[in-house]
């Protein structure tokens, strides 16, 4: 976009017209110069007759206006309009500056800038060949732009000035910049230093702050700029082709999820390491110039970039994007480092700290870690037991044990056999970097290997570490130790003694590995292949010693079996014994019993008479011996059984039977009753009545008072023991019932 400028002829209508509507200057005629005010806009060009001047409202005024002027031939001097005073000379000089300063009027839009190229400086002079912008007014490109808005003074004649848009960095997206001017670049750096000039936005800074000329290592971030596009060269997405660049470079860099970036700087101080140190403050090699004053290096950089966006200048860095290292389940990780300080020893074996090169103390666990994989070796070591068989099945290739055979031993008495060994083992995690410094780490192409069938007892996943391990330390360690023990034994001897030997293998290979790190979890020795000649015969005398330790053991089988018959038949005996005496204890027993029953009943029967016996005193008392016998008699009529027919006499008096049976009662007789003759029938009749029982002595019970026979020894109410104490009758109470 041209800028707007005025010629010198129109400014001085310009001048004229203004004048004249101010003053109202009149012409010879007496005429008015008139200004015509016009509310739409007259485009075109000036015709030699009439003018009319355009001016938009942005450059001037906020109304468009329309002058109309009198063409130069009809307008009267000022002379003759002012009649030849000095107002008109004034008049003159007025117009003319305002001429002058219109036609040097420039306008600049608010979302431009304008580039100013001097024509010629006569006071100023030209620029040194080597210097391409003025800072002083020179002749050429000026440094200094100007900005939106109203600027005098730059006549068409003496300037050129353009119009450029401003530099937009869109969001996400980042600006390269290349200087045209400055001074050049030192050898040793690829890109220009970094100035505070505003974003480029101040060139003049740029130029005399020692800005240098080519690319930059600064860049603009997303928003608008006013930049001298002379001066400096824009890149963005809009012309990177044209220039060369990939577009999708001046895009925010983005590390993905998952992953690291690892960082190769084109500028910075030379090393003879194999990457550049850590450098603090850069912002994540975003802020390039603070990453060269720290003493940046050039090239591989340890430091690495996480997940995120990241503004990069590419002329500066270069990002391979990596996945971040995982250590699986069951093993670790053993850092090895080529970058960081050399250890103070100098020892290439020891375990370092980290920052220091060489095989860090400290091992990666389960887990992801940011690793620099081009500066650091991460050796994957399994911590679950590993189980190693030196003998000759059949093995994958893949299996760590799957080149060790089975040991081919020589005895001392020059026969040749062969022994299958198992040895297993277990790496601690915190262990695992002395292993790797003792064994040596693999080439990362070999870390892993391919997973089989395997006699690691917990994975399928196979790594060369262990492989190593196996090749340069096991294998020789274990065959190296039976070679020795094996002569100082015969090949019988070897077999009678596998369990002392093995044992004497298991000290040694353990002690040895705990040098290397690792834990000698068991060695053992499963076979032993002796040669058939030197078998067979001990097969055969084995044999034969068998049979005849079978047939002994026979012997002794048969005579432990009589003595189990005998012994059972014993057992039986003793239970038919033992059932016996228990039958006479119980008959004992029961004998005992029945004798306290026996006693015990005696006793009450005693007791009995006792109590009838103190009746029958009372009713001798009472009635005398002869009445008591009579009493008796008469009780024993009960029991008497008369006739079933009854006869009375001839008188139907029946009372004289009565009186014969009871004189009969109380006077027996050893005859025939007359009785019998007089009813015509036979009565059997007792001769006599029983005499009653007298007392017995009896024992009364302390406990219950009850009376017991004087034979009980217990009470037949209480069961107390009783104490023999006798209930006795006097003599004469027996004479009395007699």
Not at 159 to 184: C, D, F, S
Not at 594 to 621: L, P, S, V
């Amino acid at each position: 976009m041209k800028p707007l400028k005025i010629s010198f002829k129109i400014a001085v209508l310009l001048g004229v017209a203004t004048i004249s509507a101010a003053f109202g200057v009149k012409n010879t005629q007496g005429q008015i110069l008139p200004v015509e005010p016009a509310s739409t806009v007259l485009l075109g060009k000036i015709p030699t007759t009439t003018a009319s001047l355009q001016i938009g409202k942005e450059h001037l005024t906020n109304q468009e206006v329309k002058l109309k002027v009198m063409p130069l031939r009809q307008v009267p001097t000022l002379a003759q309009a002012a009649g030849g005073n000095g107002t008109t000379w004034i008049i003159f000089v007025v117009l003319a500056v305002i001429a002058v300063t219109a036609s040097g009027v420039v306008v600049i839009g608010k979302n431009e800038v304008g580039i100013v190229y001097k024509k010629f400086a006569p006071l100023r002079g030209s620029l040194p060949d080597d210097q391409k912008f003025a800072l002083n007014g020179e002749a050429g490109w000026q440094a200094k732009m100007l900005s939106n808005g109203l600027h005098f003074w730059h006549w068409s004649w003496l300037y050129e000035v353009h119009r450029k848009p401003m530099v937009k960095i869109p969001p996400e997206q980042i600006g390269l910049v290349i200087a045209n001017g400055g001074a050049p670049i030192p050898q040793e750096r690829m890109l220009g230093k970094a100035f505070e000039c505003k974003n480029f936005q101040d060139g003049c800074a740029f130029l005399q702050g020692g800005g240098e000329k080519g690319q930059q290592l600064a860049i603009l971030t997303t928003g608008y700029y006013r930049i001298n596009t002379e001066l400096f060269t824009v890149i963005t997405t809009a012309n990177a082709a044209q220039h060369g660049i990939d577009p999708n470079k001046l895009q925010v860099y983005k590390v993905a999820p998952g992953k690291i970036g690892i960082v190769t700087t084109y500028d910075g101080v030379p090393t003879e390491e194999i990457a550049g140190p850590r450098i603090n403050g850069h912002k994540k090699f975003q802020d390039g110039q603070k990453f060269i004053d720290e003493g940046g290096c050039i090239g591989l950089q340890e430091e690495v970039i996480p997940t995120g966006a990241y503004k990069l200048n590419p002329w500066f860095v270069k990002v391979k994007q990596v996945p971040l290292t995982e250590i699986p389940p069951a093993t670790v990780g053993v850092v090895i480092s080529s970058v960081g300080k050399t250890p103070k020893n100098g020892a290439s074996h020891d375990l370092v700290e980290a920052g220091y090169k060489g095989t860090q103390k400290e091992p990666l666990y389960p887990g992801k870690h940011s690793i620099n994989t081009d500066v650091m070796d991460v050796v994957i070591v399994p911590t679950n037991k590993i189980s190693l068989d030196w003998s000759n099945k059949p093995k994958p290739p893949t299996n760590y044990d799957s080149q060790l055979d089975a040991l081919k031993l020589r005895s001392k008495d020059t026969f040749a056999f062969t022994v299958e060994v198992t040895q297993v083992i277990k790496i601690d995690g915190k262990d695992a970097p002395q292993m790797i410094s003792h064994v040596g780490s693999p080439s990362a192409s070999e870390q892993q290997l391919t997973a089989g069938n395997s006699s690691n007892l917990t994975s399928t996943t196979k790594y060369i570490s262990i492989k190593n391990l196996v090749t340069k330390v096991l294998e020789p360690m274990v065959s190296g130790q039976f070679y020795i023990a094996v002569q100082d034994y015969e090949a019988l001897e070897f077999r009678d003694e596998r369990r002392q030997i093995q044992r004497e293998a298991a000290d040694y290979i353990e002690s040895e590995l705990r040098k290397c790190g690792v834990q000698a979890a068991g060695t053992f020795i499963k076979e032993i292949d002796l040669p058939n000649e030197l078998e067979k015969p001990v097969t055969d005398a084995k044999i034969a010693q068998i049979k005849t330790n079978t047939l002994k053991e026979q012997q002794v089988t048969e005579e432990e079996r009589r003595k189990l018959v005998y012994a059972q038949a014993l057992t039986d005996f003793q239970k038919d014994l033992v059932k016996h005496q228990q039958g006479v204890q119980i008959a004992d027993l029961q004998a005992q019993a029945q004798r306290h029953r026996n006693f015990a009943k005696a006793e009450a029967t005693r007791e009995d008479g006792m109590i009838q016996a103190e009746i029958m005193q009372a009713i001798i008392n009472v009635v005398g011996p002869n009445g008591y016998l009579d009493v008796e008699k008469i009780k024993q009529l009960a029991n008497i059984k008369l006739p079933d027919v009854w006869v009375s006499n001839s008188d139907g008096n029946s009372s004289g039977l009565i009186q014969a049976l009871i004189a009969s009662v109380l006077h027996p007789e050893d005859q025939q009753h007359p009785l019998n003759q007089l009813i015509g029938v036979s009565a059997n009749l007792p001769k006599q009545l029983k005499d009653p029982l007298l007392p017995q002595s009896q024992i009364n019970c302390p406990n219950c008072g009850a009376a017991n026979p004087e034979s009980n020894k217990y009470c037949n109410n209480c069961g107390n023991k009783l104490n023999q104490q006798l209930l006795d009758f006097s003599p004469n109470d027996t004479k009395a019932l007699n």
